[in-house]
């Protein structure tokens, strides 16, 4: 169970009252008509699945009915920060990586064994691409 | 009418027809209950005039001030109200806000905003048949609410004057803390007897009193 | 029988409360205050269950949530039984009822042991999987008597009496542990004026300080347990919750806990006096900071039948001298690689009993405590351990032998002691399992022999499970950890709370010692068990890894170690140590497996709190429903709303089936005049400047030229170009219009048109809000509908001035309406919208004036049929998100030329939306009149096919229609329209082989002169 501060609200609300909506800043082709048939499908059906953060589109669907993204670390569930739509996010792949190395703890997770570092270890450091 | 372009309707009927509140009914079906010393008291405030306003906060500001005499409250989940507190406006969005006013008065409230506002892009609905007011009062009363709403109720983050649209059970729920010890609940019409029932079932262990 | 095992004096049971309970049909008498397991032992009760797989005689072995062996079945009827309770967590109260669930016909003479003795041997790791295989077939008949031996508690046949209920709460500090280091955080975070809960699993608060043999401030310390509960309970920022297991630790310090209400008191709430409260209750805590002092576990060795009923944790034989004053034998030898376990043996001697030695695998112990039973004469054997258990049902003698640690080996001569109670401690692992539930890894630490907490964000670790296990240090570890929890939660100007001197006694250095060396190796010799609840000893996990399984993981699943309800607190650490030795690794590059909630197991009762029967799922009643009820419709679950589905009449005392029902509302919307309850509709109420333009965007057909007055039917796609919903649009004002959408679709719609508006064209001026529970909809239909209805308007409904497709503001029944000249049914129409509180009044004026033209109340059956015998499509029965308005032959509601490259236009030129051989919607014509085809039944051209045939389409809608007398489909059919007049087949689960002609979907009134007149 998330708890998520929703931008519109200004406070933390559970995961209850909203909805996920997939990968935030999706362009939809602004001329569709002259998109060929393999941007199209791009648009349509090819989604960002990556380890680590990703940037993310919810709605507070019971409270403010307002969409707004979520930059999200898919390994440990951290939150890292929430904006308004039509905003960027003030964290990527690439400084999520800066603050791992200087030093800000997060909880690591998600593998099935945990405390098992050898074998693992070359992709746990994968962990923010 | 100045602004002609949204169409108006009264909802008031001249006459006198049988009017039913969402939950005449539950209250046949349910037996009300009234316990000596209940720790929960349950009211219907029934058949409130409810209107959704929607558009930028400076243009409703000026005319909610002109025509209720109240402010739009500008900060997020808060409840302004009339010196009555029969009169209210609930901020539910940046650019939505909820007017309760005593019933038989949201259609002149309609005309005289469309009036007010002129051309401004705005939108107000009449919701006023599809929803309800609950008051929940009572020593128990958080309990009641801790059971049912996963927002924090604790006077710390729930101080008189906030509201908040919220999960209520497997429903809805606009929550608004009126008092010191007085809760109100506005509940959807159709969602109104599972409201109902939930809220007695919940109240059980504290002894309930709805009439 | 009587209390034997109960000493005199101490203890924190009452001893003028004696309480009566029964165990596997026997009678015996417990004290107030003792659990289930300390009464047995009062009562000398050494064998509490049969083993899960070789069905070994076990006995009690812990004093706490770790127990393995004492899983009862709990309860005196059939609808209170309650499966896998630990007789060590269940209190005892009046009356009590519990039983082994293993074991037939008793435990005491089970017949599954003697397979267990001969097949003993027979059965390693995989057993059950290698042997009854084959034939695959047959495994299902052999699981069931597998199970049935195996059986580990059963779910009650009757229903639950009791009531459960949740309860949210949001806390500044959240401290999971009421021992010294939680409460001491407690205290600590509380004094500061931080919201604090505090919860413990036991049923007193207190944890190791109520056994303990320290004093605090030179008083017992269960003095300082009592005053500082009694503050903590004093402070209006505190939330006490004693007999509450922190059961889950879940993202973002969300903290599951389970609190048992009254089971500690009866078998149900109103036996124990408390009618109408939850039994159990879950509490849902979001925390600000959670401290984590949720104490260790002590670790058994693992030696040859350490299983026997008679060996347990040296920890649990303290806690059940000094807290239960049950003393669980006669004489004692205790094994064990460090001082704290020493305090074993002390309080046996102390209660009166004879220590026959204390064995420690060191080589030079040299402690405080170890001083202080050598002092008291206890004879303590160092660099020894006991290696194997005697006895049969019972210990009746612990074999002694010196080994050395480094190669794993015995090295001296093996020395018999007489006892019947081996008390053995490897060490104390702490308590990672909810820091695990986060998924966080565990870090191993040498110095300490443990696992630690990993780093979870919002959580301190404190005392026991951050590895302080000296009581002075456990004391300010929490206090520290409080004071921490509430500076990070705004409580800055938190101070330093005195904490109480304790006496410093002195711990010795621990020796690793997990499995103990026996002069056999661990194949040959007696079962070292490893798990006892699920069976696992060390010979499996070593022939887990010689077969090849090198992961932890995988030795986990192939031998079952900490499976179940256990979830490995006792024998986890020492079967990673096993196989790190197997394996010749270290036990962190080993790892340990992944900790689940939850922690103990739960009711169902608790998950599930009242979201039960009445109030499983909000039921959504229309301001009509009373009415419903009241003339005996029968109703229909459309997503939470409940419809009337039909009216059925008696007639001549006879209740109509629903054929029969449906069949007559059928024939009065075709003959005379229907009315059907549509309030359940979605309505979306558009306003703005740009509403047009928006709707133009979200529908595939055109809005531009839609007056005021004037209604259209809109197809609204995805951008894949696949149905989404439909509905018909009315525009109320150049800049408002009143959307209606189907029932299921109302909540969807509405966010994909806020979805759009918010993401895509924040510029154009529009907003919308659901009106639909604002408005009460009634359908009026039939050749005598407007009859009907002109007695109760003011509107003149002449065709010319209110033709097919306008609306108009009017009075029905003297009740502002809406009235919309819309038709589902083929028929004249006209749906009212009237304000829902007075949709009653209406109703009830239409049926007073309607008893003259017979006026028909009908379901939504009725409307299925009549829409259907009309071509009309149910969005989500004749579509399923595949198919375009192209599929459905609606060209004409597609607006191609439309300047804004609308939702879902692009999409329809893809190749898969062009490409030829797409499914079309058509009608079915059954040649036989009396069948009504199956709803979802494929059909196919080749009826001569062998199997696998080659499926050219379904049906997606089949009725009776009692107009045209015969049944009557709707289809998906593989080039369907270019196929009108073919026959096709449907071959049925049975056998047999249906035929239906091709048709079109419209079987009545194809050029619409009913909804016209």
Request: net charge negative; hydrophobic share 35%.
């Amino acid at each position: 169970m998330f708890y998520i501060h929703c931008p519109y609200c200004q406070e933390y609300r559970e995961e209850e009252e909203f909805h996920p909506r997939g990968e935030a800043h999706l362009m939809r082709p602004k001329d569709p008509d002259n998109t060929t048939d393999e941007e199209w499908g791009d648009y349509l059906f090819f989604r960002k699945n990556p380890r680590g953060v990703h940037h993310e589109m919810w709605v507070h669907s019971v409270g403010c009915r307002k969409f707004f993204n979520i930059t999200r670390n898919t390994v440990t569930y951290e939150i890292l920060e929430t904006y308004r739509m039509g905003e960027q996010p003030s964290i990527t792949a690439e400084t999520e990586k800066v603050r791992k190395e200087q030093g800000v703890q997060t909880a690591d997770g998600g593998w099935q064994t945990i405390g098992a570092q050898p074998e693992s270890k070359a992709l746990n450091e994968e962990t923010s691409s | 009418m100045s602004n002609v372009s949204a169409k108006q309707f009264d909802t008031v009927p001249a006459g006198n027809p049988a009017v039913e509140s969402p939950l005449c009914w539950s209250y046949q079906q349910q037996k009300t209950a009234n316990s000596a010393n209940a720790g929960v008291v349950l009211r219907e405030k029934a058949l409130l005039g409810h209107v959704v306003l929607r558009g930028g906060a400076i243009v409703l500001d000026e005319a909610v001030r002109q025509v209720l005499g109240i402010s739009l409250p500008a900060k997020p989940n808060t409840v302004e109200r009339d010196e009555a507190g029969e009169r209210s406006i609930q901020w539910i969005s940046p650019d939505e806000w909820l007017v309760i006013v005593p019933g038989g008065e949201e259609c002149a409230l309609e005309r005289s905003l469309r009036e007010t506002l002129g051309d401004a892009h705005v939108s107000i609905v009449n919701v006023s048949g599809g929803q309800t007011v609950l008051t929940l009062a009572g020593d128990n009363a958080r309990e009641v609410l801790m059971k049912t709403v996963s927002f924090d109720v604790h006077p710390h983050a729930f101080p008189v004057g906030k509201g908040v649209t919220t999960i209520f059970a497997k429903a809805t729920v606009v929550l608004r803390r009126t008092s010191e010890t007085e809760w109100e609940l506005v509940v959807r019409r159709s969602f109104a007897d599972y409201c109902y029932r939930w809220l007695l079932d919940a109240s059980a262990e504290y002894g309930i009193d709805t009439q | 029988m009587t209390q034997t095992n109960r000493i005199d004096a101490g203890g924190r049971v009452d001893r003028s409360q004696t309480l009566e309970f029964t165990f596997n049909g026997q009678s015996y008498k417990g004290l107030k205050g003792d659990t289930l397991a300390s009464a047995l032992l009062a009562n000398g009760v050494d064998i509490v269950n049969r083993s899960f797989k070789y069905s070994r005689a076990r006995g009690i072995v812990a004093a706490g949530a770790e127990e393995p062996n004492a899983v009862v079945q709990l309860g005196a009827r059939e609808e209170t039984q309650v499966p896998n309770v630990r007789a060590t967590q269940q209190a005892l109260y009046k009356g009590l009822v519990a039983r082994s669930t293993n074991g037939w016909p008793n435990v005491q003479r089970d017949v599954m042991s003697w397979v267990g003795r001969l097949g003993g041997g027979f059965m390693p790791p995989g057993f059950y999987y290698k042997t009854f295989m084959a034939p695959a077939s047959m495994w299902m008949t052999y699981e069931k008597y597998i199970r049935k031996g195996a059986g580990l508690g059963r779910a009650p046949h009757e229903s639950d009496p009791d009531i459960y209920d949740h309860m949210h709460h949001h806390c500044d500090v959240m401290v999971v542990g009421a021992g010294p280091a939680g409460l001491a955080a407690a205290l600590s975070a509380a004094r500061a004026g931080a919201r604090v809960i505090l919860c413990d699993e036991q049923e007193e608060m207190g944890g190791s300080l109520l056994d303990s043999r320290e004093t605090l401030d030179g008083v017992s310390a269960v003095r300082w347990v009592e005053e500082t509960v009694k503050e903590l309970a004093s402070l209006e920022n505190v939330l006490l919750l004693p007999r509450t297991t922190a059961n889950g630790y879940h993202d973002h310090n969300f903290v599951t806990l389970h609190e048992r209400r009254t089971e500690h008191l009866a078998d149900t709430a109103s036996e124990a006096g408390l009618a109408g409260q939850a039994r159990a209750r879950l509490h849902r805590v979001r925390a600000g900071q959670v401290v984590l002092a949720s104490g260790t576990h002590e670790r058994p060795l693992v030696y040859a039948n350490n299983d026997l009923p008679g060996n347990m944790l040296a920890g649990a034989v303290s806690t059940y001298i000094r807290r239960y004053a049950v003393v669980p034998g006669k004489k004692l030898v205790l094994s064990t690689s460090n001082d704290h376990a020493y305090r074993a043996a002390l309080d046996w001697k102390e209660a009166g009993r004879q220590v026959v030695a204390i064995v420690d695998a060191r080589a030079n112990p040299d402690g405080d405590l170890v001083r202080q039973a050598r002092d008291s004469g206890i004879r303590v054997i160092t660099g020894s351990s006991v290696v194997e258990a005697r006895g049969g049902q019972r210990v009746t003698g612990a074999r002694v032998c010196a080994i050395d640690l480094e190669r794993f080996v015995v090295t001296g001569k093996v020395e018999e002691l007489e006892c019947d109670t081996i008390a053995s401690s490897g060490g104390y692992s702490p308590v990672v399992h909810l820091s695990s539930h986060t998924g966080t890894r565990p870090q191993w630490n040498e110095e300490l022999l443990g696992f630690l907490p990993g780093e979870v964000k919002g959580m301190i670790s404190a005392g026991g499970v951050a590895g302080h296990f000296g009581l002075d240090e456990t004391l300010a570890d929490g206090e520290r950890a409080g004071r921490q929890a509430a500076q990070l939660t705004g409580f800055e100007d938190a101070q330093a709370i005195t904490l109480p001197a304790t006496r410093g006694l002195r711990d010795g250095k621990a020796c690793a010692l997990y499995q103990v060396p026996h002069e056999k190796t661990a194949l040959r010799a007696p079962k070292q068990f490893v798990d006892l609840q699920n069976d696992v000893t060390a010979a499996g996990i070593e022939l887990a890894t010689r077969e090849g399984f090198e992961s932890i993981e995988h030795v986990k699943r192939y031998t079952a170690l900490g499976f179940g309800t256990d979830q490995g607190k006792l024998g986890n650490i020492n079967g990673m140590a096993i196989a790190a030795r197997c394996l010749d690794r270290s036990i962190p590059d080993v790892g340990t497996t992944v900790f689940r909630p939850n922690y103990t197991p739960i009711t169902f009762g608790a998950i599930v709190g009242r979201h039960c029967d009445e109030l499983f799922d909000p039921k959504r009643y229309t301001a009509l429903h009373q009415w419903h009820m009241e003339n005996g419709a029968e109703f229909e679950d459309v997503g939470q709303w409940k419809r009337p589905w039909y009216f059925p009449r008696t007639v001549n005392g006879k209740k109509e089936t629903m054929h029969e029902a449906v069949a007559r509302e059928c024939l009065a919307v075709r003959e005379k005049v229907g009315i059907l309850d549509a309030s359940t509709l979605g309505k979306i109420d558009i306003q703005g400047p740009d509403a047009r333009e928006f709707l133009g965007r979200v529908y595939t057909n055109k809005w531009a030229q839609l007056a005021p007055g004037r209604v259209r039917y809109g197809l609204m796609c995805k951008d894949d170009g696949m149905l989404m919903d439909d509905g018909t649009t009315s525009c109320l004002a150049d800049n408002h219009f009143l959307m209606t959408t189907t029932t299921g679709g109302a909540a969807g719609v509405l966010e994909w048109l806020e979805l759009w508006h918010q993401t895509e064209w924040p510029e154009l001026q529009v907003y919308f809000n659901s009106v639909t529970d604002h408005w009460a909809t009634m359908t009026v239909t039939g050749p005598d509908a407007r009859k009907l209805l002109s007695e109760l308007t003011d509107l003149d409904l002449d065709k010319e001035s209110f033709k097919f497709m306008d609306w108009r503001d009017a009075t029905v029944a003297e009740v502002p309406a809406r009235i919309f000249r819309i038709s589902f049914t083929g028929e004249l129409a006209f749906e009212i919208n009237v304000q829902a509180n007075y949709a009653l009044h209406v109703w009830k004026k239409l049926f007073e004036h309607g008893e003259k033209y017979d006026l028909t109340p009908y379901g939504t059956e009725t409307m299925h049929v009549l829409r259907a015998e009309k071509g009309l499509i149910i969005v989500g029965q004749d579509t399923d998100g595949s198919v375009t308005p192209e599929d459905l032959g609606m060209q004409w509601a597609i607006g191609y030329d439309k300047p804004f490259p609308w939702i879902g236009k692009r999409a329809l030129s893809r190749p898969d939306t062009l490409r030829g051989n797409r499914k079309q919607f058509v009608g079915l014509k059954p040649k036989d009149s009396s069948v009504v085809l199956e709803e979802g039944a494929q059909i196919v051209f080749d009826k001569e096919q062998s199997i696998p045939m080659a499926m050219k389409g379904h049906v997606t809608s089949s009725y009776y229609s009692p107009s045209l007398g015969h049944g009557f489909a709707l289809a998906v059919v593989v080039e369907g329209r270019e196929r009108m007049g073919q026959t096709v087949y449907l071959p049925m689960t049975d056998g047999t082989m249906h035929e239906a002609e091709i048709v079109s979907p419209v079987f009545i009134d194809p050029k619409g002169e009913r909804q016209n007149v």
